[in-house]
Each structure stands twice: as C-alpha cells, then as structure tokens.
C-alpha cells in the first residue's frame, strides 16, 4: 500500500508567479485534502476534493484553486504568488466516510 | 467557530522524564479530537485520537483523555525517549474523522539523552 506523494518536494518562485503543487493518494482513498503550515504554526485548511469537486474551503482567496483527476490525484495553483504565501503545502488523503487521513510529506514553497 | 489552543513550547526534558502538553478547544457539537506528531522533515501522523467524551487515546506508550467538562484533551507520556523529539499538534474536527481539521500551534518536544 503505497502513502500520499507530493511533488515537488522544495521549490522556489518569485513573487507574482503561478505555482502547481501536485499530490497522489494512497490507494484506496478517493478524498484529498490540502493544508498551509506557515513557519511555526499549525497548518490550516486549504480545501477538500472529493468526486472531482471542491467539498469544502477554508479561509483562503480564490487566487488558491484545486484539481481532482479520476484516479483521485489532485493539484493545487495558486496565482499571483504572495511573499506570505511561503510555507509548507500539506496534501493528505482519506476515504469518505472513512477514518482519518494520511499525510503526505509536503512541499516547501519558498516566495521571494 | 473552532479553535485549539495548546501549550506553547519548546518542551526540554532529560530521557525517561514524565511528559505533559495541554490542549484545550473550542468547538460547537461534539468534535473528534487528535494529537499528531511531525519529525524533522516529515509530515504529520496520526499518533492518537478520541471521538467521544470520556475515551481515552492511546499509541507508543502515549494517552489523552476527552474531557468535555473541560474542553481538554491533554497529551501525557510516562517516559520519554530521545526518538520522540518532534512537534506535537493537537486538532479537532467536526465533521467525523476524515472532514476538515483545526490545529493548534504545535508544541516542539526535545528530549537529551
């Protein structure tokens, strides 16, 4: 059984970019869920997909948007980057209905 | 809306000592509660998690107890190990296990040998 793997791992890009942040699920799990850690805070809900649509947002501007894909991968884009959008981009995967979610290692996106 | 507050660290304690980190929330309903752990470099894991008042979560030689009466849910081990030096986040989720969670600030756990 393979875990949740995010790509890539570290990038840096400068301020007024676009970003694609990508994510596979573990098998058998067919909900994603993306989380922003900033440095030495808890992460925070980004949004949820499920069955390809967003089923859930938390308190992030549109410029954050997201992709299912019917193998249950899943991308997050963020436009026009913003210095304070540097942090550590979490993706986790579940089932719905399920028991709790798997974590993948994230991707440290740095804004300069 | 839902919140976790947690006790601010670090957390230094020789190996072998007794380990305590506060978790108090704020939530509407009756949320499920976690504690996850994240090593250097690493995402979060599951360490352990109560879904009702009164159940006690238990992992690795870990616990923390669901107190509704007093909205806590406090991480407690008997004896620490270097291996467990980490970040300790507390969270809650309303909407069953796998629906968004709220963490707190993280809780960042040195143990010396």
């Known amino acids: 059984e393979t875990g949740v793997t995010q790509s890539p791992t570290h990038l840096i890009k400068t301020r007024g970019q676009q970003v694609t942040l990508r994510c596979s699920s573990q098998?058998?799990?067919?909900?994603v869920s993306w989380y922003q850690q900033a440095l030495g805070q808890g992460p925070q809900f980004i949004f949820q997909?499920?069955?390809?649509?967003?089923?859930g947002r938390g308190n992030f501007p549109p410029r954050f948007s997201g992709l299912q894909f019917p193998n249950y991968s899943s991308e997050l884009n963020v436009n026009a980057l913003e210095l304070d959008d540097s942090a550590l981009y979490l993706c986790?995967?579940?089932?719905?209905?399920?028991?709790?979610?798997?974590f993948g290692s994230g991707t440290r996106l740095t804004v300069v | 809306g839902n919140s976790v507050t947690q006790m601010e660290g670090p957390v230094t304690l020789s190996e072998e000592a007794f380990l305590t980190i506060n978790c108090t929330y704020t939530?509407?309903?009756?949320?499920?509660l976690f504690w996850y752990v994240q090593y250097p470099g690493e995402g979060l894991q599951l360490l352990l998690k109560?879904?009702?008042?009164?159940d006690k979560g238990s992992n690795k030689g870990f616990e923390a107890t669901y107190r509704k009466e007093t909205t806590s849910f406090h991480l407690e081990k008997g004896s620490v190990q270097v291996s467990d030096s980490a970040v300790y986040f507390c969270?809650?989720?309303?909407?069953?296990?796998?629906?968004?969670?709220?963490f707190g600030k993280g809780t960042l756990l040195t143990v010396n040998p």
């Open positions: 939530a509407t309903g009756y949320p499920s």
């Open positions: 109560a879904t009702k008042a009164d």
């Open positions: 969270a809650l989720s309303s909407g069953g296990s796998n629906y968004k969670l709220t």
């Open positions: 997909y499920y069955r390809e649509e967003e089923n």
């Open positions: 986790a995967s579940s089932l719905q209905g399920g028991d709790g979610y798997t």
């Open positions: 098998s058998g799990h067919n909900t």
